[in-house]
């Protein structure tokens, strides 16, 4: 498979203080790869930084991102982060309708008709398996929708702009066991046409879901590789102590 992003050597501070520490990392087009590693080692850092949301105080330093064989530093900020879309932990509803959220992306997309921006927003919220669940009422209001509902309606939003790359903030950190395992089996079917990074700090579901699985501690990649791999024989020993604790 080949490489969508590379990021090589990328540091990010605040002032002097290092957030990242020199991240090199190959992202592998059309899989899940999974971040995990302590509280606070950077890697929702990792995951702004990638689609160039990143918040002052802090600051990329060094190191360059490669999407798709381009940097990412000569990339419009407004298309990097429809290549490269990134979804938090809460779902993020817009006040109105589900039909209002579904529309908000779409109605830049002056070449399509108003038709054919409905029939997207349609495909795209069955894609998320939420259209049958409203029973294609589009006029509902959006915060009706239950916690696990409405992170796959932010999914679905995602969707309508057909991004190649999508970021996941512990999407499931709210989410009861059902609701979670709907996220999954959701995010197993997009990587067949995205690829698909998730911060998690649920190593049961990184085991599950990941096809590589990377371990950050302390702003840096400590071990890195395929999933199976990194759960039964890892290299590292900071890696051995976080996975035989549980995280």
Known sequence: MSIILDIKNIEVSIGEQPILQQ????????????????????????????????????????????????????????????????????PTVFPGTIEDNMLFALNYYKELSSADRKAKAIQCLEQAGLYSEINGDMKRLASSLSGGQQQRLCIARSLTVDPRVMLFDEPCSALDIKNSLHIEALLRELKVKQTIVIVTHNLQQAKRIADYTVFMNDGRVVEWGATEQIFSDPQQELTRDYLAFGG
Request: hydrophobic fraction near 35%; charged fraction near 15%.
């Open 23 to 90: 991240i090199t990392l190959p992202i592998t087009e059309h899989a899940i790869t999974a971040v995990i590693g302590p509280s606070g080692c950077g890697k929702s850092t990792l995951l702004a930084t990638l689609n160039g949301s990143l918040q002052a105080p802090k600051k990329v330093t060094n190191g360059q991102i490669i999407y798709d064989g381009l940097s990412v530093d000569s990339m419009d900020s407004q298309m990097l982060r429809r290549q490269i879309g990134l979804i938090g932990q809460q």
